[in-house]
């Protein structure tokens, strides 16, 4: 069987939430243990320069990042988990792709394209406020993902672009220099992996500042969980399932059994606040084995730092051979 390599990287600007949880990291994990993959997760602490420009908040985010998926059980031994910004090829690779970009395609990306757009409607000169690092974002993303000879890239919708344009980029390199030095990758869209409503109900997310923390103290999980917004309806009354941030929540973290209960109490009328505190049990079951590994690591971030060197070294056993030909 052909080995599939799998390749995504995250963004370290923020601390992890149960939405990165859900959505990002536990579909990750359970996929890297599948047999014939080779999966290469990193931390994108360069890209995050792009937004978050306080040095001490990317330092913070890429080591709580790091903990999180080492707590959640990322096994470095059989994956490729390394910094960004610990691979000197993937800036060198982004010198090479630029002079094969089309600028005319970087133009059109939506990032850039977006933000374009608000300066015309806020009546500003069309690139104020935006650096060149949103504008040449594709081209280092198809670096990190080139580099490594990546066949699938797990990514949210937003981001397909991206990838079409790495293989856009890729395979005018191929063409340019008359050698297939790069594997053209695809984006893989999970449409099966939940996207966690926030505590007000609208898509959980840093932006919103509705998120739950990943690994708050019990206390703080259960005050948040607890504030979580649900309309009126009294104990007693039947309540909706169908649009239900609270029942959402409970089935990306419940058994099937569990939800199908769950489901019941709704339509007899469960009270909110008991509804609201056997999420917090099932939420809580899961976390707090990982919670326990995730604090250990915070307490160590020289252990988080042999890991990522370690994780370095292997991704650039890889990254400078290539380079080297490349060159
Ligand atoms: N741009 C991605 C995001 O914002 C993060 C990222 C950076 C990435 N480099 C990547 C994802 C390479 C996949 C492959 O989510």
Redesign the pocket.
């Known amino acids: 069987m052909k080995t599939v390599r799998v390749?995504?990287?995250?963004?370290t600007s923020g601390t992890p939430h149960l939405g990165n949880y859900a959505g990002a990291i536990r579909p990750a994990i359970a996929a890297s243990r599948a047999a014939g993959t080779e999966s290469f997760y990193?931390l994108?602490d360069y890209?995050a320069l792009i937004k978050v420009q306080d040095p001490a908040r990317v330092q913070r985010s890429t080591l709580e990042i790091a903990a999180a998926w080492l707590a959640c059980g990322l096994d470095p031994d059989t994956v490729w988990f390394y910094r960004?910004s610990d691979i000197p090829e993937i800036p060198e690779l982004t010198w090479l792709l630029t002079c094969v970009a089309g600028k005319g395609l970087l133009n059109r990306a939506h990032a850039y394209k977006a933000a374009v757009d608000k300066n015309t409607a806020e009546g500003n000169d069309d690139d104020a406020g935006i650096n060149a690092g949103l504008f040449m974002?594709p081209v280092?993303?198809a670096a990190?993902?080139l580099l490594f000879g990546?066949h699938k890239?797990?990514?949210?919708r937003?981001?397909v672009q991206?990838?079409e344009m790495?293989r856009d980029f890729g395979a005018r390199f191929n063409h340019i220099y008359g050698h297939a030095y790069f594997t053209l990758?695809e984006a893989v869209v999970e449409e099966s992996v939940a996207t966690l409503p926030g505590l007000d109900g609208r898509k959980m997310s840093k932006s919103y500042d509705n998120t739950i923390a990943m690994f708050a103290d019990p206390a703080t999980l259960k005050k948040q969980i607890m504030a979580l917004i649900t309309d009126s309806k009294a104990p007693g009354e039947a309540k909706d399932t169908e649009g239900s941030a609270l029942f959402q929540l409970y089935q990306a973290f419940a058994t099937p059994l569990q939800t199908a209960a769950m489901r019941t109490a709704f339509a007899d009328g469960i009270a909110w606040g008991e509804a609201k505190q056997q999420l917090f049990a099932v939420i809580d079951a899961e976390i707090a084995p990982m919670r326990e590994r995730y604090n250990a690591l915070m307490a160590d971030p020289a252990a988080i730092e042999r890991i990522l060197q370690a994780g370095a070294a292997k991704a650039r056993a890889i990254a400078t051979p290539l380079l080297q030909e490349l060159r």
């Open positions: 390749l995504t990287g995250i963004t990193f994108a890209h960004q974002y280092w993303m990190d993902i990546a890239v797990p990514v949210g937003d981001q991206h990838i790495a990758p």
